[in-house]
């Protein structure tokens, strides 16, 4: 078996040895058996990584050069994607067809739109008798989780270098394996020492203090809201800029006279995406009431295509939960839900495997939108189909959570699926099928976060704007 141990964290340029002795065990959620370990660092760590960052932080980093730091990460990034794919499947259970495409030839499409960005951006304007000019942000702390663990890093930490900006790093406990090979293949492409360094460690203590930091200027974190929150308090009390991309309760609204077959196929595949660890699935598919029974028909058929098995199998669409805890969280869910009065179609909380954190793909028909089922992230292979009487009452239910993330809008035409689209309150919504675009501006409403990621909008994140007034020229 392969042994993916690391016992040092990567900090000014060097691989040193972490303040602390302690080590996170990582788990192979197909085995359960631990496939290493990364360094479980202290605040003295993250103070060595921020103070590295700070001195490698130049405000007036010449375009140039930004071009040529994103560049040779690209490069350095891209002979290492078989590697990460792999050690994804090992370290969150992700399956090989999954971890060799989404988990990564996606991170690598965002790489490349944030040097179109940066090909083209124009960081100086005249507005009147001003010019306005936009520098990087500073010393960025950058928290990513473990569903995605390359591109999160991708998306937040790109950018941030394309800006100018420096960066301390700190993965997930569950899936960190993968990002430190990111950083070692990233070693090749010769950045300065400091502009960006590797902090493991729990996140009460590395991720509390990169966001109590002074000298951090900004925080970039993905996860979940209740930690978002924990994370902004935390920023606030030096009034540090953050970025939150956090939950979501997406719904896959399909309107009368849509495709219902191509709706429900595409949207069954959406909500199981990642075994359902994904922020924007749409996990409330939202059906009229006349075609009610037609969709849960189409459902079933759809799922039972769906198979769940160890993932390093090509054949395999879903494979474990990521963790322990994650899934015990998703089966506590399943069993509430049917509690609650929701209607098991298909799947159930019954363990199907003597090894391993396996939930078999589930779905729940007549769900009350108003129940924990119809408005909380379960973020496991778990369906909720809700229907609706009029476009009035599916726009009330697509609305009625807390959160806004993303979605999809299905309708006879585009330019009908777009005016229902302008009424939802979420970040990102897909039009009758609408391809994913690696440079479309991605964020939240309400509690699905701050701000934005990919393309010119999350460029713009890690970015200061400046006014200088000018004399007025006869």
């Known amino acids: 078996m392969h ?254 006279g849509a495709d219902l077959a191509t709706a429900v196929k595409v949207g069954v595949s959406n909500a199981f995406l990642n075994g359902g660890q994904t922020c924007m699935a749409w996990t409330r598919m939202l059906v009229p009431q006349s075609r009610y029974g037609e969709a849960l028909d189409l459902i079933e058929a759809a799922v039972s295509r769906y198979t769940v098995g160890d993932p390093r199998d090509p054949a395999t669409r879903i494979g474990p939960s990521a963790s322990a805890s994650q899934y015990e969280s998703v089966c506590g869910f399943i069993e509430r839900a049917q509690r609650d009065g929701a209607r098991l179609l298909t799947g159930g909380a019954q363990k199907i495997r003597e090894v391993g954190y396996y939930v078999t793909p589930t779905v729940f028909a007549d769900v009350d939108p108003n129940s924990e089922l119809g408005q909380e992230e379960v973020f496991g292979p778990v369906l909720a189909v809700i229907p609706f009487s009029d476009d009035e009452d599916a726009l009330r239910i697509a609305n009625g959570t807390p959160y806004g993330l993303s979605g999809a809008v299905w309708a006879r035409d585009t330019d009908t699926a777009i005016a229902f689209a302008r009424g939802v309150q979420t970040g990102q919504l897909d039009i009758n099928g609408g391809q994913y675009n690696p440079v479309a501006p991605f964020g939240g409403y309400k509690k699905s976060g701050i ?24």
């Open 3 to 256: 042994d993916y141990t690391r016992t040092t964290l990567f900090i000014n340029g060097q691989w040193v040895t972490p303040d602390g002795t302690g080590a996170i065990e990582v788990i192979d959620p197909a085995t359960e058996e631990v496939i290493g370990s990364v360094p479980s660092g202290t605040a003295a760590d993250v103070d060595a990584a921020v103070s590295a960052a700070r001195r490698a932080f130049d405000p007036l980093i010449g375009v140039a050069e930004r071009r040529d730091r994103v560049a040779a990460v690209i490069t350095a990034m891209e002979k290492r994607l078989p590697d990460i794919a792999e050690t994804i499947t090992a370290e969150m259970g992700a399956p090989v067809r999954i971890a060799q495409t989404v988990q990564t030839q996606v991170p690598l499409a965002v790489a490349r739109g944030v040097e179109n960005v940066l090909a083209t951006f124009d960081f100086e304007e005249r507005v009147a008798n001003s010019l306005v000019v936009r520098e990087p942000y500073g010393v960025v702390g950058a928290i990513t989780p473990w569903n995605y663990p390359l591109y999160q890093v991708i998306a937040k930490v790109l950018p941030a270098i394309a800006a100018g900006c420096t960066v301390v790093l700190k993965p997930s406990n569950e899936a960190p394996l993968s990002v430190f090979e990111f950083i070692e293949a990233v070693e090749d492409a010769g950045l300065p020492p400091g502009v960006l360094n590797l902090v493991s460690g729990p996140g009460a203590v590395i991720g509390e203090r990169l966001a109590e930091h002074p000298d951090v200027d900004l925080v970039s974190f993905t996860g979940s809201t209740g930690v978002g929150a924990r994370v902004a308090e935390l920023a606030g009390r030096s009034v540090k800029k953050v970025a939150l991309e956090l939950g979501g309760k997406s719904a896959n609204v399909i309107l009368d």
């Open 451 to 474: 701000g934005r990621e990919l393309g010119r909008a999350g460029f713009e994140e890690f970015l200061q704007t400046k006014s200088l007034q000018l004399p007025v020229t006869a």
